[in-house]
């Protein structure tokens, strides 16, 4: 799995390509954490090239998520998920948490 993070002016982008399992999550959660530990709390995940997503991701993506929207800080989007990793979020019951995007530059614009 591989992770980049781009800082923007309003947010954080962080790119995931690769597998996230119960191996690879710890490294997609210290990215999470470097960015909320630093006061911010706008986060676009594009999972454009995400293959699979264990529950060990969906654990990272859902306690980000509660650290940023605690106190109206921000909130953590979703750009370029594959049908697969939407259908898994959709079992968990996640997706009414998470608003998506068809791409990137709408995602950063709508934080």
Do not use: W
């Not at 509660?66 to 909130?75: F, H, L, P, S």
């Not at 948490?97 to 995602?107: G, T």
């Amino acid at each position: 799995m591989e992770v980049s993070t781009t800082q923007y002016k309003h947010c954080d982008m962080i790119k995931v390509s690769g597998r996230v399992d119960s191996a690879t999550a710890p490294k997609l959660a210290e990215a999470m954490d470097a960015i909320t530990n630093d006061g911010r709390f706008k986060i676009v995940l594009d999972m454009s090239e995400v293959e699979y997503m264990s529950s060990a991701g969906l654990r990272v993506l859902i306690n980000t998520h509660k650290i940023c929207k605690r106190y109206n800080r921000g909130e953590v989007v979703l750009a370029l998920v594959p049908q697969r990793i939407y259908d898994a979020l959709e079992l968990a019951g996640f997706v009414p948490l998470f608003k998506f995007y068809d791409n990137v530059i709408d995602a950063v614009g709508s934080i």
